[in-house]
């Protein structure tokens, strides 16, 4: 089992950025793919962004393309996501979630591909 912790969330305004931080602890971060989803109020959890555990493949939903970027550093055993041009839409609590990959360029796109998942960090944008 893999623990992980969010930080990083907050208040911004429309325009602004934020960088979350999810770091894993428990059993190694090898060959763990990592991915990030999130929740609005009242609407269904969606994926976000997703990394293979070499870091060389990379996914992200069509609404973040282009504005957010994952990245990870094995040797700190944590994933980061960039969050750029934040919109008021982004609005979410944001959660961190690890599974094994089946190779090391593996990532997914779906929930129930990974088996653990940190609490979450509310994102609120501001208009």
């Known amino acids: 089992q893999v623990q992980l912790v969010e930080s990083g969330g907050g208040l911004v305004q429309a325009g602004g950025s934020l960088r979350l931080s999810c770091a894993a602890s428990?059993?190694?971060?090898?060959?763990?793919?990592m991915g990030w989803f999130r929740q609005a109020p009242g609407k269904e959890q969606e994926f976000v962004a997703a990394i293979s555990w070499s870091g060389g493949s990379t996914g992200y939903a069509d609404s973040v393309k282009g504005r957010f970027t994952i990245s990870r550093d094995n040797a700190k055993n944590t994933v980061y996501l960039q969050m750029n041009s934040l919109k008021p839409e982004d609005t979410a609590v944001y959660y961190c979630a690890a599974g094994v990959g089946r190779t090391v360029y593996t990532y997914y796109t779906e929930p129930h591909e990974y088996t653990d998942w940190g609490q979450g960090t509310q994102v609120t944008v501001s208009s």
């Open positions: 428990g059993r190694s971060f090898s060959p763990i793919t």
